[in-house]
């Protein structure tokens, strides 16, 4: 709660904290007397999500793309089995689409109506994606969005806003940065940051990764 | 429903504030209260759209003042009382008080990862022919049900393209009120900004949902 970067007063959060940890606690406890709960799984459950999936997933499969004109083709026409290639898949990932952003057209990826997200390559969504204010904006202002992230893009090029609506997942492709070209996967995956796979970001340049 | 969760076109929430180097977790009920929900998924006892209903199933000003891992606990604390697997004077005590329910199966560490990477695909077989194709004009349906749907308000009543046919997949309208899974052809319709948001918008501006057939007619 209180990272929620909301306006209430923090004594009332802190105690809505406590209440729920408490509430927390006591809802595991009887879980697992109950034995609907093994405790070493919900600790495995925790660190897969917390050291083993995350956006770097995702960056390597974009630093492929980049690399690799065949996988390229074969993301855009069927990710879930390209991205499956890699190893990843799974859970929130079950049927994903990449969207290719071209110098004409940006897409981003918002999920209106709670928090969808490719869990597979990007691991566990960020607060703000998340919360009310890009819930509710991201699809009438997307323009003022990214400005709040801090960048702008031409006034002609196509800003694509993807609802997750269903079970389809979506994954940016973001443009290959200049002067990059000869790089490896590894060194191309430096450069692929988790808001450029989401449409509120940019990849990093090669100045950005140099310093 | 029409609840606080639908919350595409909404103002006065401000700016969206990115959280630099934000870790997974904020607090260490946090974990515990997301592992806690993926491993109860495990008996069988529920489905993820009720899962999603029980979240949204509750006063806006409620649903809007609680962080996002709350929403999912309090969800859970609803389904287990629901479903009487867990009754309110064990929450209360923090301890088992009754003999536990029988149920299909619990989550052990053992299958942890094959039951991630398995997932829980929601396409489904069929012989049945999609009744729209790519570019076809379609209109969202203005519906309005009590009960859960994954038709945003913001689209109701407008008009947009089939962008794509994804596929025959589950409806979750149906299978959150446990009343089968229903798969139908599902779409990516693709809006126009000032279809959606009136004259003035951004005309670079194109917006879409994934929808299913049920939900779309054709104009």
Redesign the interface.
Known sequence: ??????H?DHHHDHS??TE??L?????????T??????P???????E???KKV?PRNGARVVAKAWADPAYRARLVKDATTAIGELGY???????I?ALENTPQRHNMVVC????CYPWPVL??P???Y???????????D??G?LA??GFALP??????????????RYLVIPMRPAGTDGWSEERLASLVTR?SMIG?GLPKSPKDVAK | MNGGQDLGGVQGFGPVEPEPNEPVFHADWEKRAFALTLAMAMPGEWNIDMSRFARENRPPVEYLSMSYYQIWFAALETMVKERDLVADDEIVVGHALNAPKPVKRVLTPGDVLKVLHRGGPTERDTNTQAAFKMGDKVRAKNINPPTHTRLPRYVRGRAGTIERVIGFHVFPDSNAQGAGENPQWLYTVRFDGPELWGEGTDPNVKVSVDAWESYLEPT
């Not at chain 1, 007397?33 to 093994?38: I, L, N, P, T, W």
């Not at chain 1, 070493?40 to 925790?46: E, G, N, V």
């Not at chain 1, 006034?155 to 389809?168: L, P």
């Open positions: 709660m209180a990272h929620d970067h909301d209430h809505e904290l729920t940890q509430r927390v606690r006591a809802l595991e406890s009887v879980l007397e109950k034995g609907y709960v093994d070493a799984a919900l600790d495995l459950l925790i897969t999500y917390e995350g898949a799974g859970r929130q990932g079950e049927h689409v209106t109506l709670c928090s691991g566990l960020p607060v703000w998340k919360s009310a204010p890009y819930r509710s904006r991201a699809v009438a997307p323009r969005v709040d992230f006034k002609d090029t196509e800003i694509r806003v993807w609802d997750s609506t269903a079970e389809i808001d509120t």
